[in-house]
Nanobody, 125 residues
Framework: QVQLVESGGGSVQAGGSLRLSCTASERTFNNYAMGWFRQAPGKEREFVAA????????RYADPVKGRFTISRDTAKNTLYLQMNSLKHEDTAVYYCAAAQYMAFLRDPASQVAYWGQGTQVTVSS
């Protein structure tokens, strides 16, 4: 079974930065659009950002626009999420996701093909 493994989560004060990584187990995932979702306690999982298979196009949820940047490194089979100016409301478990098409990476996430196990991000005020 193929896997997506996230890393880079942790605790940071408001205004700080973190970079999340998601590494695929094989090059096959370079043929997928990739994205990030997050889920806070007691809330539904929500879309954060998406990137096309080539890395040329990206899309962001309104709450993170201007603060987060999604990117991918084909040679490393790795997806990144650079998170700057973090806010308390960004606190959540962040999940890496893969889909056949970039348009599938959106709420309600019904067309996601593969999920990572998640990495915790905690932002204090």
């Amino acid at each position: 079974q193929v896997q997506l493994v996230e890393s880079g989560g942790g605790s940071v004060q408001a205004g700080g930065s973190l970079r999340l990584s998601c590494t695929a187990s094989e090059r096959t995932f370079n043929n997928y659009a990739m994205g990030w979702f997050r889920q806070a306690p007691g809330k539904e999982r929500e879309f954060v950002a998406a990137i096309s298979r080539s890395g040329a196009n990206s899309r962001y949820a309104d709450p993170v626009k201007g603060r987060f940047t999604i990117s991918r490194d084909t040679a490393k089979n790795t997806l990144y999420l650079q998170m700057n100016s973090l806010k308390h409301e960004d606190t959540a478990v962040y999940y890496c996701a893969a889909a056949q098409y970039m348009a599938f990476l959106r709420d309600p996430a019904s067309q996601v093909a593969y999920w990572g196990q998640g990495t915790q991000v905690t932002v204090s005020s």
